[in-house]
């Protein structure tokens, strides 16, 4: 199903964000209703959920990525050409760039699998030496 305007089809999305100067491959199903996005996925750090907004203005697209039992993650992005691309964050902790995609619109999935903990961040963003507070 895909929303009226076409630029943010629901469905299953893949991609990756990156952190620590790697990339690590993300699955998402995300519904696009209304300006209102949800949905959920899988990573190498677990099952999570998704819930945030999207807009035709500008094609911002905010929402929380929370994993079962432990972090909150903030992802700020924007539509452009094949997909959504921004940066993830988790205040006072982390944060770095992401890139998804509907899946057969963007990049291949194997070669981010191919190259996952080996592709260096062009712009690395420092990481304070505090550990996170789980909740």
Do not use: C
Not at 7 to 28: E, H, I, M, N
Not at 102 to 110: M, S
């Amino acid at each position: 199903m895909n929303d009226a305007n076409g630029d943010y089809p629901s469905g299953p999305w893949t991609g990756y964000y990156q952190q620590s100067g790697r990339r690590f491959r993300q699955d998402l199903d995300l519904q696009f209703t209304n300006g209102v996005l949800t949905g959920t996925g899988s990573d190498s750090l677990g099952r999570f959920t998704v819930q945030g907004s999207y807009g035709s203005n500008g094609g911002e697209v905010t929402w929380t990525k929370r994993y079962f039992g432990r972090d909150r993650v903030f992802y700020r992005g924007f539509r452009e050409g094949k997909g959504i691309w921004g940066t993830w964050e988790i205040p006072q902790y982390d944060r770095s760039g992401f890139h998804i995609w509907p899946v057969g619109a963007g990049e291949a999935v194997g070669e981010i699998a191919a190259n996952e903990d080996e592709i260096p961040v062009v712009a690395p963003v420092e990481t304070p030496a505090k550990t996170p507070t789980r909740t």
